[in-house]
């Protein structure tokens, strides 16, 4: 399947896997490249970028497919070494960054400089619009189902795609919601090159994440996600555990005098125990909706190829019935 994105990225599906905190390490970037997608190395997770430098000469021996690294820009008072980031991508030769958090416009000219293709995760069509302005070669449009920051605006894919579309230039693909092929045909038919994944992808075989975690995705239902965070305007999608519910106890006691110390606790330095040592009720960890539509943990060729196989075939049979 040929889109402006598999021809920009140089893959064979139109399947990017997003970047996820502790979760995007080379086992799951190269397993995703490997099977046809865009796999992608999560920058900060590293925490230093001598250790992403590390992690991308380990993908490399991993696969010869093309693969990316995310890079999120945090409102931080001692920020991360973002132009050390930004080096080893470059010396690592990657030409894939997905961009978010903060406007990067500030470092698109260094990775432009490059030959690096940039495409940004967007919650909104102004957002879309300002990363194609500053020279973003694409964009990630998130709906509200999204696991990790939806944004404030609480718009669904189902309205937010095609605003995208009748509204951008450079090609998007659909985030938040992404499961199956018929995810995929949903997103191309409203105007999307390809889809994002990001909950999809940690139940797989290959994900390297604890085994509690992937059981969690597999038993939860589209019921089972949270928003938190909400009066802080920094709303995430997260899954319902204990210390969700205390921190939702806590913005329901507090109210508008909440501050980010009064859920340190439930949000802070919690990923590295629950995806690897396994701890479901440590903290708060993003998941969407998506959820809902885990029913398997596939290797993640089984999956990709599963997918592909199903949106080919609603395209061929399904859709070109009420064509006839």
């Known amino acids: 399947m040929k889109t402006r994105i598999t021809e920009m990225f140089g893959i064979e599906h139109p ?66 070494d973002y132009p050390g980031f930004i080096k080893a991508i470059i010396d690592g030769g990657v030409k894939i960054v997905e961009t978010a958090g903060n406007n990067p416009q500030k470092w698109l000219p260094a990775l432009k400089d490059a030959g690096i293709k940039v495409i940004h995760k967007c919650t909104s069509v102004r957002h879309s619009l300002k990363a194609e302005s500053i020279g973003c070669d694409a964009v990630s449009v998130d709906g509200f189902e999204c696991g990790g920051h939806p944004g404030e605006d609480d718009v669904p894919n189902f309205i937010l795609l095609p605003r995208a579309a009748d509204e951008l230039k450079i090609p998007f693909v659909a985030s938040g919601g992404m499961a199956d092929g018929r995810s995929l045909v949903a997103a191309l038919a409203m105007g999307a090159e390809g889809m994002n994944m990001g909950t999809r992808f940690i139940a797989t075989k290959e994900a390297p994440v604890h085994e509690n975690v992937k059981k969690a995705l597999v038993a939860a239902s589209e019921l089972d996600t949270r928003l938190v965070m909400r009066p802080l305007r920094n709303t995430e999608r997260v899954l319902k555990n204990a210390a969700v519910d205390r921190l939702l106890a806590k913005e329901k006691e507090l109210g508008s005098n909440l501050k980010f110390e009064d859920i340190f606790g439930e949000v802070a330095g919690v990923y590295p125990r629950i995806m690897k040592e396994g701890e479901m009720d440590a903290g708060a ?40």
């Open 285 to 324: 960890w993003s998941c969407g909706m998506v959820a809902g539509l885990i029913y398997d943990i596939p290797t993640v060729k089984e999956l990709v190829d599963r997918i592909m196989a199903q949106a080919e075939d609603i395209i061929q049979k399904r859709l070109a019935k009420f064509a006839a």
């Open 15 to 80: 399947i990017i896997q997003g970047g996820m905190h502790f979760v995007g390490f080379a086992e799951m970037a190269a397993a995703v490249s490997n099977a046809g997608g865009l796999g992608i190395i999560t920058g900060l997770t590293q925490g230093t970028p001598a250790n992403l430098a590390k992690e991308i000469a380990r993908c490399r021996q991993m696969t010869s497919k093309p693969f990316g690294v995310n890079l999120t820009f945090l409102p931080s008072v001692t920020p991360p």
